[in-house]
């Protein structure tokens, strides 16, 4: 969770709420524990791979469990190309077309370290999220030297403004659908997994109010609004290269995340027949779902080489509330043995990710049914009896 949409996302929050957009951190960290809590209980009961898409097909319907699959997937690839972009954006300060060869260079040499095992991404990740931290302690050091307290007299946008920061902000938050999605190859599932989702989602809130305060109080909301980096533009100069550093590691930490969990995600969807039968492969010595990580490393260096990096964010999040609003849904149908957490959280849940699906900026809306209507179009005609 703690990647690059901490980087990112506070400048489109800014321009749709204003100073609200610490209303809409606390209403997306609201909607995100309702989120964690159903994916960590439904986890315990179905510890293997595939996350949501496992937990619709099993709770409401394969239907269901497609509609899920599918948002994760198509939205989270579009997360993978927005991360490579703004690695090679903060990475290299050069013409579009060698950070376009640069990002495409990351994608790959990712997947290719992930091709190796769980394992080896784990200890990387390790390090580029201790990088990440470090970064951002120093923005917060700084921001604070340049603080003013009245960058934080009330500018919003309205209600709307207030929910569609809160959809955008999302973004930064969807990192623990990725934690259950490894039921396979994480020791004792039952326990670890349910554990690790809310406490991972407790550490990333409590850093991004502190970044979010910071930097409000450094740039204002205006300043956050207009600056393409936006955190750069709360610290002093001196100290904008630590940012963008810590930046363009932050985003190699998230591209190798989404890449472990879509090649989970495509594994057990291949699995069930729902995407082609060649992705369900597994190699027999790293215990990967290789033939899926290579797809997508193909489909995202193809992204990457033509698409424009506004607007993905948004896209990203209406995919990944769908897929948290199907979660929360199913995780409503468990029965009483099975519960951890009460049933009222997940009709929370349900409502509070419709409710920011529908307020995102228009243009994300019409894209994600745009693609969803594909996706199940597609199911719908190649469809097998029994599906």
Not at 2 to 26: E, N, S, W
Not at 80 to 101: D, E, H, K, N, S
Not at 281 to 286: E, S
Not at 311 to 324: A, C, P, T
Request: proline fraction near 5%.
């Amino acid at each position: 969770m703690i990647g690059a949409g901490v980087f990112a996302a506070f400048g489109p929050a800014a321009r749709a709420a204003g100073t609200g957009l610490l209303i809409g951190l606390a209403i997306a960290a609201v909607i995100a524990y309702c989120n964690a809590t159903a994916s960590a209980q439904l986890a315990a009961v179905y510890p293997v791979s595939g996350g949501t898409y496992i937990y619709g097909r099993e709770r409401l319907g394969a239907w269901w469990g497609f509609t899920a699959g599918w948002g994760f997937v198509v939205g989270k690839t579009a997360s993978c190309a927005a991360m490579a972009l703004t690695f090679a954006t903060y990475a290299v300060p050069g013409p579009w077309w060698l950070q376009r060869i640069v990002a495409i260079g990351g994608v790959i040499a990712l997947a290719a370290l992930n091709y190796r095992g769980i394992t080896k991404t784990a200890t990387v990740t390790r390090v580029l999220v201790a990088t990440s931290l470090v970064a951002l302690a120093i923005v917060v050091v700084g921001a604070f030297g340049r603080a003013d307290v009245r960058n934080l007299e009330p500018v919003s946008g309205g209600v709307y403004g207030t929910l569609q920061a809160a959809g955008l902000l999302f973004f930064a938050f969807a990192g623990y659908a990725r934690i259950a999605t490894m039921g396979e190859e994480v020791r004792d599932p039952r326990r670890t997994i349910p554990r690790a989702i809310p406490i991972a989602l407790f550490i990333a809130v409590a850093v991004y109010l502190v970044v979010a305060v910071a930097a409000l109080l450094a740039a204002g909301p205006q300043g956050l609004a207009h600056a393409s980096a936006p955190l750069t533009a709360a610290v002093p100069s001196g100290l904008a290269p630590v940012v963008r550093i810590g930046a363009a590691l932050a985003a190699l930490g998230a591209l190798l995340a989404l890449i472990a969990g879509i090649g989970r995600t495509s594994l057990a969807m291949a699995r069930h027949h729902d995407l082609p039968g060649w992705l369900a492969a597994v190699h027999p010595r790293h215990q990967v779902p290789h033939h899926a990580e290579i797809a997508l490393a193909v489909v995202v260096s193809a992204i990457v080489a033509v698409v424009d990096l506004r607007g993905v964010i948004g896209f990203s999040s209406f995919g990944v509330l769908v897929y948290y609003a199907i979660a929360n849904a199913a995780a409503s149908t468990q029965p009483a043995e099975q519960r951890r957490w009460p049933r009222w959280l997940n009709l929370l849940g349900v409502a509070g990710c419709v409710t920011l699906v529908v307020t995102l900026p228009w243009q994300s809306v019409v894209a994600g049914l745009v693609m969803f209507a594909i996706g199940l179009t597609g199911r719908a005609v190649l469809a097998r009896p029994g599906r």
